[in-house]
């Protein structure tokens, strides 16, 4: 059976299944109390008539009431509208005809082009692989950016957060990986972006080469809390049919913090206590699922990319706490260079790859080490330096550091147009080392 025969004879099945009617009891913010519904926890309803519906997520169930939130604006939506259970929960087209595709939270096209056609159609929700089925992290995945291909190297299945303030370059950093990375396919979820970003980061940053290996799902901050909650899946799980037929995948979501304030509006929504920060104890827990869903697979791996939004500047808030202790490595980005107009702004010496030895050899780990030393010299005498106080001679690590800053300078700085390819990198970092006569 074709996979275009299967749909249509789904779409017979279903409109034949018998229809379990009910009705609106009570609308409470974003909440909607349903009565007399046959449904399951993650089943989809339709609320309204056929002109006016919209759908909803059952996300609580008490007794014989099932407490709903929209995947739409609730106008004319009140007590007493009728209410129909669809059978099932929401399901995501998943196949080849996505490639250059961009969707809604919804998996819905929303880029003007055809209808999507020859897709298989799956469940939004998927066990992570088992444990002992998953391949290791040993090859490298190069991401076209000189400070993370050399001294925060990121491995082919790897999970990397990128964890800044607000304005600090998260967006720009991953349009640049985006356009240099050697990944088979790129899926990149836009989570509670600003409308105005979206057109540009698909015309701009991405352009007609980088959308034609890429599938886009972007849920804007004005969406229901619902669907942004739900994009983050469906870009994750469109991410795993790739795996599963054996491509190597880039998944890059920004960000991970809004769809963890979607989790908490949806949470509190349904009467789920605030503990951390206002965050009810089930965020934690969707990070986790969301989260162990990506890396390597039996077959296949998602690298995932992950930006975390530190409120306030402060990286051990909950969200990027709970963050950083799931993923496998973290790229922290600084305001401080941000303002000096240093981009990209990665402050190498606070970041780190947890799977760093794995995927480099004894050379590169110690030309990477020689420069991080040179850096953390740097950094230790600073203050001396700008005050007038150092002694040159005191530490010979930072003499050459500051005789050579303005290479070191040059190395981290790359343009938001500019790709380098890893060798290019670790070459340019050899030489680099040669020139300041660092000891390896």
Not at 99 to 112: I, S
Not at 321 to 342: C, E
Not at 399 to 408: G, T
Request: net charge negative; charged share 20%.
């Amino acid at each position: 059976m074709t996979p275009l025969l299967r749909e249509r004879v789904g779409d017979m099945t279903r409109a034949a299944a018998p229809r379990s009617f009910g009705r609106v009891t009570t609308v409470v913010g974003l909440r909607v109390t349903v009565e007399g519904v046959d449904a399951r926890l993650g089943d989809l309803v339709r609320i309204g008539s056929d002109r006016d519906a919209i759908f909803a997520e059952v996300v609580a169930i008490d007794g014989e009431r099932l407490n709903c939130l929209p995947l739409g604006p609730l106008h004319g939506i009140g007590a007493g509208s009728p209410v129909l259970a669809t059978g099932g929960p929401l399901m995501v087209p998943v196949g080849g005809a996505l490639r250059g595709r961009v969707l809604d939270g919804l998996a819905r096209p929303m880029d003007g082009g055809e209808p999507l056609r020859g897709c298989d159609w799956v469940a939004l929700d998927a066990a992570p692989p088992p444990a002992l089925d998953r391949q290791r992290v040993l090859a490298p995945m190069t991401l076209g950016v000189r400070a993370l291909d050399t001294l925060v190297p990121c491995g082919r299945g790897q999970r990397m957060g990128i964890f800044a303030g607000s304005g600090v370059g998260k967006s720009s950093l991953m349009s640049m990986i985006t356009r240099g990375t050697t990944a088979e396919i790129t899926v990149v979820a836009l989570i509670g972006e600003r409308g105005r970003e979206v057109r540009e980061f698909i015309e701009n940053d991405l352009g007609p080469e980088g959308l034609a290996n890429a599938i886009v799902v972007v849920a804007t901050s004005d969406q229901p809390p619902l669907v942004r909650l739900r994009a983050g899946f469906v870009a994750t799980r469109i991410a795993e049919w790739y795996r599963d037929q054996g491509s190597d995948v880039l998944l890059l979501m920004d960000s991970l913090t809004r769809t963890a304030m979607a989790q908490r509006e949806v949470g509190l929504s349904v009467g789920e206590p605030p503990a951390t920060r206002g965050y009810p104890p089930s965020v934690f827990g969707t990070l986790a699922s969301l989260l162990e869903r990506a890396g390597p697979g039996a077959v296949g791996s998602i690298t995932g990319l992950y930006t975390v939004l530190v409120e306030g500047d402060d990286h051990n808030e909950p969200i990027a706490d709970a963050a950083r202790s799931i993923l496998d490595g973290h790229i922290v980005l600084d305001r401080r260079l941000a303002t000096a107009g240093h981009f990209p702004t990665i402050e190498p010496l606070d970041s780190i790859s947890r799977v760093a030895n794995a995927v480099t050899t004894p050379e590169q780990r110690a030309q990477a080490t020689a420069l991080r030393r040179l850096l953390a010299a740097h950094r230790e005498v600073r203050e001396l330096v700008e005050i007038g106080a150092y002694v040159p001679g005191t530490n010979a690590e930072a003499d050459i550091a500051r005789a050579k800053w303005p290479e070191i300078q040059s190395f981290l700085r790359q343009d938001l147009a500019e790709t380098t390819s890893a060798e290019a990198a670790w070459a340019h970092l050899q030489s680099l080392l040669d020139a300041s006569e660092v000891s390896l």
